[in-house]
């Protein structure tokens, strides 16, 4: 039974710094690409950042290019998005989604959520003064 479980969200001021982890179980790491995604109330789920299954080049949406920084640990079965220089703008929930097709090499889906299959429970960013 694949289960991804995301913690570290929190209230952070603008500026501030949060790291969020997700746990993979039941979920080869090494074979599947993660892709975070967050959800502002009444917006859709949008793609932050994801990662190949063997790494390659992460993408990363434009606006959060130089703040945020995804890695992985396939040994521990974690995934990992730093957030730094938080600001308002980035106020959702976050999840973490696991890619529904295996072997894809370092290819990761930023935008298009039908491509992942597993996705965790979310957890909650709020950044605000």
């Known amino acids: 039974q694949v289960q991804l479980v995301e913690s570290g969200g929190d209230l952070v001021q603008p500026g501030g710094s949060l790291r969020l982890s997700c746990a993979a179980s039941?979920?080869?790491?090494?074979?599947?690409?993660i892709g975070w995604f967050r959800q502002a109330p009444g917006k859709g789920r949008e793609g932050v950042s994801c990662?190949?299954?063997?790494?390659?080049?992460?993408k990363y949406a434009d606006s959060v290019v130089g703040r945020f920084t995804i890695s992985k640990d396939n040994g521990k079965k974690m995934v990992f998005l730093q957030m730094n220089n938080l600001k308002p703008e980035d106020t959702a929930i976050y999840f973490c989604?696991?890619?529904?097709?295996?072997?894809?090499?370092?290819?990761?889906?930023?935008?298009?959520?039908?491509?992942?299959?597993?996705w965790g429970q979310g957890t909650q960013v709020t950044v605000s003064s």
């Open positions: 990662i190949g299954a063997t790494i390659g080049s992460p």
């Open positions: 989604a696991g890619g529904a097709f295996p072997d894809t090499g370092d290819y990761c889906a930023l935008r298009a959520t039908s491509w992942y299959d597993y």
């Open positions: 039941g979920f080869a790491l090494d074979r599947y690409a």
